[in-house]
Nanobody, 118 residues
Framework: QGQLVESGGGLVQAGGSLRLSCAAS????????MGWFRQAPGKEREFVAA????????AYADSVKGRFTISRDNAKNTVYLQMNSLKPEDTAVYYC???????????WGQGTQVTVSS
């Protein structure tokens, strides 16, 4: 059984930065694609970013492109989401996920709250 635990969320002013971490345990996820998703109150969960197993290929939602950067350290079994130039509309619970492909995620974390004040 694998487990994903997110951390690094919090309250930040618009224009600020946060770095989310997702630590994996229980199994190695070095061969898995990893993704970040978010869900704002009253809205459906949406894709934010993804990275392939090697870290060489990434994908981003248009809304975060140029502001967010996903990366991974397979030696530490950890994936990161660097979020810069944050906007109030980035406020959401952010979830980490692991899967065999970008579109098929088998493991999910419990989420970490990000709140951006204007």
């Amino acid at each position: 059984q694998g487990q994903l635990v997110e951390s690094g969320g919090g309250l930040v002013q618009a224009g600020g930065s946060l770095r989310l971490s997702c630590a994996a345990s229980g199994r190695t996820f070095s061969t898995y694609a990893m993704g970040w998703f978010r869900q704002a109150p009253g809205k459906e969960r949406e894709f934010v970013a993804a990275i392939n197993w090697s870290g060489r290929t990434t994908a981003y939602a248009d809304s975060v492109k140029g502001r967010f950067t996903i990366s991974r350290d397979n030696a530490k079994n950890t994936v990161y989401l660097q979020m810069n130039s944050l906007k109030p509309e980035d406020t959401a619970v952010y979830y980490c996920a692991a899967g065999t492909t970008y579109s098929n995620y088998d493991y999910w974390g419990q989420g970490t709250q990000v709140t951006v004040s204007s």
